[in-house]
């Protein structure tokens, strides 16, 4: 596969629930991506871990988002008061160990907020 | 921001037709990704094109870069059903960024 576990794979929750989705890559590759793609729409950016540098978050929706890596490894994207319009598929990935753009996917955890 | 503009943007065929799907953006990228992502999948990396007027084959599929490197397009040759899939054109931010930005995709259904 593409060296990228996400879980859950899917989670329903209730309008204005935390939600917390985790993604492993395999280890040595220090850039991690978030995005998030909604039906009809294309993916969008979250944001991006580059090894100890600050993270860049600047595609977070809103303060509600919010997401950590921890040991350079494990990352988890927290989603606090969900709303349904957070409802989306949420895609980790990894780059390339030498930075050329490609990036390489978890399956994604498919979030469903009623 | 670099937009990348995909077409068409749905696409349904019979088996065995050929399609042409494109990526354009008004913006120069030192390099392009495709992926395809199936139904409840991450997308897969296709290939990278990186120099103008670049072709690529990889089986039945060809990808083309641009001359400006503006613009790419993938042609798929007699299409099977296990081509169904939303295909996605990528390439860095503006600016240099790491941050790839996507297409919206071309969703294409191959009827056995």
């Known amino acids: 596969g593409a060296g990228v576990s996400q879980s859950p794979s899917n989670k329903v929750t209730e309008k204005g629930k935390d939600v917390e989705l985790r993604c492993d890559p395999i280890?040595?590759?220090?850039?991690l991506y978030w995005y998030r793609q909604s039906l009809g729409q294309g993916l969008e950016f979250l944001i991006y871990?580059?090894?100890?540098?600050?993270?860049?978050k600047s595609g977070l929706p809103s303060d509600r988002f919010s997401a950590e890596r921890t040991g350079g490894s494990v990352s988890t994207l927290t989603i606090q008061r969900t709303q349904q319009e957070d409802s989306a598929v949420y895609l980790c990935?990894?780059?390339?160990?030498?930075?050329?753009?490609?990036?390489?996917f978890g399956e994604g955890s498919r979030l469903t907020v009623l | 921001t670099q937009l990348l503009e995909q077409s068409p943007q749905f696409l349904s065929i019979q088996e065995g037709e050929n399609l042409t799907v494109y990526c354009n953006s008004s913006s120069v990228f030192s390099s392009l990704q495709w992926y395809r992502q199936e139904p409840g999948e991450g997308p897969v990396l296709l290939v990278t094109v990186v120099t103008g007027g670049e072709v690529k084959k990889l089986k039945r599929l060809t990808f083309q870069f641009g001359d400006a490197r503006k613009d790419s397009s993938l042609h798929i040759t007699a299409a099977q059903p296990g081509d169904t899939g939303l295909y996605l054109c990528a390439g860095p931010g503006s600016g240099g960024s790491y941050i790839p930005t996507f297409g919206r995709g071309t969703s294409l259904i191959v009827h056995p």
């Open positions: 871990f580059q090894g100890n540098s600050a993270p860049d």
């Open positions: 280890s040595g590759h220090t850039a």
């Open positions: 990935a990894r780059g390339a160990v030498v930075n050329t753009g490609e990036l390489f």
